[in-house]
C-alpha cells in the first residue's frame, strides 16, 4: 500500500521559525532572512519525508503564522484596512494576526480560535460586504514548484472552501450561503492553474465535515464539490477529514468522484461503521488515518493490524496515513537523549510515525481472519468521585455574602490573570541555573527580587488582587507536573500553538500524584508583600490533562481525577498557610470537547466538571476560587462552565470584542465574570479611552464584573505590558468615578 500524510510540523527541528519571525518582529532581521529560514525547514521537511519512503509528501502545509490566515489571503478575503502603505504580503499577514501600532496606523489583530479539538490556535478571516473573493495568491502552487526543483514531487495541500466558511465571521449581509458559489470559483481557478503547471494530486481539507452538520450544510458542501469536481481541467483531488467522523456528511461524499478519501480513525468513532453499511463510490481510494496525529506513542501493533484488515475488506484500494496533520505533535526524538530508555523506546514524534506508516503499508492484510465488528477501540473505564468531594457548601450567594464582607472590594476589582513578561533576563537566568553557572541560592534570590519587583508595580498603579508574575515558571503545564510523580519531560519536544508560540507538552506515563508542595512557598512570600490579597496560581487538572501527552491503557477521566486529587491537597495546603484567593486556570476546558453535541456529557463534560470542583470542594466559604479559560467558543456550554462552582471566572474574549457576553447574560449565569478587556496576544497598547469605552458598555452580572487582561502576560514585553496595565487601571478609576 502506498503512503501519506496530511502534513508536517513547520516549526523546524530547533524552532528555526520561531526564533526568525520574532527577529523579524524585532527588526534584527530582514525579510529575505526570514524567507530563508521558510526555505530551509521546508526543504529539510521534504527530503526527511522523501528518505522516509513516504508517497504523498504534502507541500503547501508550511506557513509563517497560519494556514487559514495564508487561505485568507489567497482568496482576496482581506479587509482593506490591512493593505497599508508599503506593507509587503508577509506584513499584511502579521498584520491581520498580530495588530499593528505605528505611527498613524493602529490596527486590531484578527479574533483567534481553537482548531477543533487540538490546542492549535487558527486566524478566524472575516467575511464582509466589501469582500469579493478572487485568486490573489498562489501559495499552493509556488510550494510545489520549489519542492519540484529539488527533485521531490508532492501533494499540495489548502483549506477547503467548505471548513474556511464555516470557520470565518461574518458581518453585514454577508453568510455561507451566499459566500460560497463564489469562493467556489476560486477554487476552481487555483485547481486549473495548478493542472496546468503539471500538478497531478491535490489534498483539500475538509475537517469541517466532522463538525454536527444540518442538511442544509451537506446541501452546501455537495454543491460547492460537484462544481469543484465537474472541472473539466483539475488534478485529482484527495479529500482529508480529521478529528472525527463524517457521519452527517457521508452520503453526500459517496456521491462524489473524488480520487481519494482521507479518514480519521483514531478519534472518528463511527467512520468504520459508515464504511460497512455504504462503500464508496468505485475508484476512489480510502487514505485510511491509522496513525495518530496527536498523540505520541507508537501505534499499538495488533491493534493497527487488525484495524487495517477491516478497512482492506470494506474498500479495495487503501492508502495508510495519519489521523491528522502531524502539525500537533514534536518534529523528533533525535534530541531526546535523557529520557528514560524504556519510555523512549515507547515514542513516536513525526518523523518517527514516517517509519511506522512505512512499515504498516507494507504489511499484507487479507480476509482471512477477523471480524467487521467496529468495536475496535479500546474499553476504558471512568471512575467518578463521591458526591461529598465535589460539592462545596454553602451555596455560591452564601459564599459571596461571606466573602464581600472579608475582602471590601471596590466596584469592577481589577487583577491580572497571572503570569508577567518571561524576559531576556529571566531566560538567561533560567540557563545559568541549568548550566550550573549560578547556585541555587543565587537564583532564588533573583527571582525573589523580581517577585517584589512585580507586586510594587501592581500596588503602584492600583490593582485590588495582585498576582506573583510567575517567574519561576517555563510553562504552565510543565511547571506543576514536575511535581507530580507520572510525569516525563522531553528536552526538545515542541509543538505549535499559534504563531511563533510554542509549548512542551510533558508525557503522562504513570499514575499521578503529588510528590511535594507546588506552590505554597512562593505564593507565601508574596503574600507577605503586600496586605492586598495576593493569588494563589494553579493549572486546572483538565488543562494538564489536555495539554499534555496522556497514556492510553487507562480513560482520560481515570487521568484527570488523579490530577485533581493531587491539585486538590495543594489547594488545601494553599489555604492553610493563608492564601484567600486561588486560581485554578481551566484554559483548556474547552478544547477537547467531542465535535458531536451528543457526546458532550457521557464522553467529557460528566468527568471534566466534576475534577475541577473536586479541585477546591473542601475549601472554607470566605476563600474565593477563581478559574480562566482560553479563546474558544463557550456559549453552548454556559450551563456547565457556572456548574464549575468557581466564585470568579475570566474569559479570553477580547478579539471576539467581548461577544460571550451576550450568551452570559441571556443564561442568568451567576458566577462573577471577568471579561478580557485586553488582547495580550497583539503587541498594541490600547489607550485608556479604548479601555473606558469596552468597560463603561460591559453589562451587569448578579456576580459582579472583574477587570483584567485576557490572559496572562508572559508573550509580551515589559515596555507594552505595564503601559496597558496603567492605561486599563487609569480606565477603571475613569469609570469608578462615574
Known amino acids: 500500500m502506498k ?27 530582514r525579510c529575505e532572512e526570514l524567507e530563508e529560514t521558510g526555505k530551509q525547514i521546508r526543504r ?25 490566515l495564508d487561505t485568507a489571503c489567497m482568496v482576496g478575503a482581506i479587509d482593506s484596512q490591512y493593505r497599508y502603505p508599503g506593507a509587503s504580503d508577509l506584513d499584511i499577514r502579521f498584520t491581520m494576526a498580530r495588530g499593528r501600532q505605528e505611527h498613524e496606523c493602529d490596527l486590531p489583530a484578527l479574533p483567534l480560535r481553537k482548531w477543533f479539538t487540538t490546542n492549535y490556535h487558527f486566524i478566524v478571516p472575516h467575511i464582509s460586504d466589501d469582500t469579493h473573493f478572487s485568486l490573489t495568491g498562489t501559495g499552493p502552487l509556488e510550494a510545489w514548484k520549489e519542492a519540484r526543483d529539488l527533485g521531490i514531487i508532492t501533494r499540495p495541500t489548502v483549506i477547503g472552501p467548505f471548513t474556511f466558511l464555516t470557520l470565518a465571521s461574518f458581518s453585514g449581509d454577508r453568510t455561507l450561503a451566499n459566500s460560497l458559489s463564489s469562493l467556489t470559483a476560486v477554487y476552481v481557478s487555483l485547481l486549473n492553474l495548478l493542472h496546468q503547471e503539471g500538478v497531478s494530486v491535490i489534498q483539500i481539507e475538509e475537517p469541517a465535515l466532522a463538525l454536527d452538520l444540518n442538511e442544509e450544510a451537506v446541501r452546501h458542501f455537495a454543491q460547492c464539490y460537484r462544481e469543484i469536481l465537474q472541472s473539466p481541467s483539475r488534478p485529482a483531488i484527495h479529500l482529508q477529514v480529521s478529528f472525527g467522523d463524517v457521519r452527517d456528511a457521508y452520503d453526500a461524499i459517496t456521491r462524489l468522484p473524488f480520487e481519494a478519501v482521507g479518514l480519521d480513525f483514531i478519534e472518528g468513532k463511527k467512520n468504520i461503521e459508515l464504511l460497512t453499511q455504504k462503500p464508496l463510490l468505485p475508484g476512489t481510494a480510502l ?14 501493533k495488533g491493534a493497527t493490524e487488525h484495524l487495517l484488515e477491516v478497512i482492506k475488506r470494506l474498500c479495495p484500494e487503501v492508502i495508510v496515513g495519519t489521523s491528522c496533520s502531524l502539525l500537533h505533535v514534536p518534529v523528533s526524538l533525535d ?6 530508555a524504556k519510555i ?44 461529598s468531594e465535589t460539592t462545596r457548601t454553602p451555596s455560591r450567594s452564601d459564599r459571596r455574602k461571606i466573602q464581600d464582607k ?12 497571572g503570569s508577567f513578561p518571561q524576559t531576556h533576563e529571566l531566560r538567561m537566568l533560567r540557563a545559568q541555573k541549568r548550566r550550573h553557572e549560578i547556585t541555587e541560592e543565587a537564583y532564588d534570590k533573583s527571582i525573589r527580587q523580581m517577585i517584589q519587583e512585580c507586586i510594587s508595580f501592581q500596588e503602584e498603579i492600583g490593582l485590588d488582587v495582585l498576582v506573583h508574575g510567575e517567574f519561576e515558571r517555563t510553562d504552565m503545564v510543565e511547571f506543576f507536573s514536575d511535581g507530580l510523580e507520572g510525569f516525563v519531560y522531553t528536552s526538545a519536544g515542541w509543538v505549535q500553538s499559534y504563531g511563533t508560540r510554542c509549548v512542551k507538552p510533558p508525557i503522562i506515563a504513570d499514575d499521578v500524584r503529588r510528590k511535594r508542595s507546588l506552590t505554597v512557598e512562593t505564593a507565601v512570600y508574596a503574600q507577605s508583600l503586600s496586605k492586598k490579597p495576593v493569588k494563589g496560581m494553579l493549572t486546572g487538572p483538565v488543562t494538564i490533562l489536555n495539554w499534555s501527552f496522556p497514556r492510553e491503557d487507562i480513560s482520560r477521566a481515570d487521568i484527570c481525577f488523579q490530577i485533581a486529587r493531587a ?77 464549575m462552582d468557581a466564585d470568579v471566572i475570566s474569559f479570553e474574549a477580547s478579539r471576539s470584542h467581548l461577544s460571550i457576553l451576550e450568551s452570559l447574560a441571556a443564561s442568568n449565569f451567576q458566577t462573577a465574570v471577568g471579561p478580557g478587556v485586553w488582547d495580550i496576544h497583539s503587541p498594541r497598547i490600547p489607550t485608556v479611552e479604548e479601555f473606558v469605552s469596552t468597560i463603561s458598555a460591559l453589562p451587569s452580572f448578579a456576580g459582579g464584573i472583574w477587570i483584567n487582561p485576557d490572559c496572562g502576560l508572559k508573550t509580551r ?22
Open 44 to 68: 529539510e521537511n521534504w527530503k526527511t519525508l522523501k528518505d522516509a519512503g513516504i508517497d504523498f509528501i504534502p507541500s503547501g502545509d508550511f506557513s509563517f503564522y497560519d494556514l487559514m
Open 406 to 417: 472579608r475582602f471590601c472590594f471596590p466596584q469592577l476589582p481589577a487583577t491580572t490573570i
Open 567 to 643: 491539585l486538590r491537597d495543594e489547594v488545601l495546603d494553599l489555604e492553610a498557610n493563608g492564601i484567600s484567593i486561588i486560581q485554578i486556570d481551566e484554559a483548556a476546558l474547552r478544547e477537547k470537547l467531542p465535535l458531536r453535541a451528543e457526546d458532550w456529557r457521557s464522553d467529557y463534560l460528566d468527568w471534566a466538571i466534576p475534577a475541577f470542583r473536586l479541585t477546591h470542594a473542601q475549601v472554607r466559604p470566605e476563600t474565593q476560587i477563581h478559574t480562566h479559560m482560553c479563546y474558544s467558543e463557550f456559549s453552548d456550554i454556559i450551563g456547565e462552565i457556572d456548574a
Open 717 to 738: 514585553g515589559n515596555r507594552e505590558a505595564r503601559e496597558s496595565l496603567r492605561n486599563m487601571m487609569e480606565a477603571v478609576k475613569r469609570v469608578r468615578q462615574k
Open 287 to 300: 487514505i485510511a488515518g491509522v496513525i495518530s496525529g496527536r498523540n505520541i506513542w507508537k501505534a499499538d
Open 3 to 29: 503512503t501519506a500524510i496530511a502534513g508536517y510540523p513547520r516549526i523546524g527541528g530547533r524552532r528555526e521559525l520561531k526564533f526568525a519571525t520574532e527577529a523579524y518582529f524585532a527588526g534584527k532581521i
Open 344 to 387: 523512549r523506546d515507547k515514542l513516536s514524534f513525526a518523523k518517527e510515525k514516517l517509519d511506522e506508516l512505512v512499515f504498516f503499508a507494507s504489511r499484507e492484510y487479507t480476509a482471512a481472519h477477523g471480524t467487521t465488528s467496529a468495536n475496535i477501540t479500546r474499553e476504558t473505564r471512568q471512575i467518578l468521585p463521591d458526591t
Open 335 to 340: 534530541g531526546e537523549t535523557r529520557l528514560d
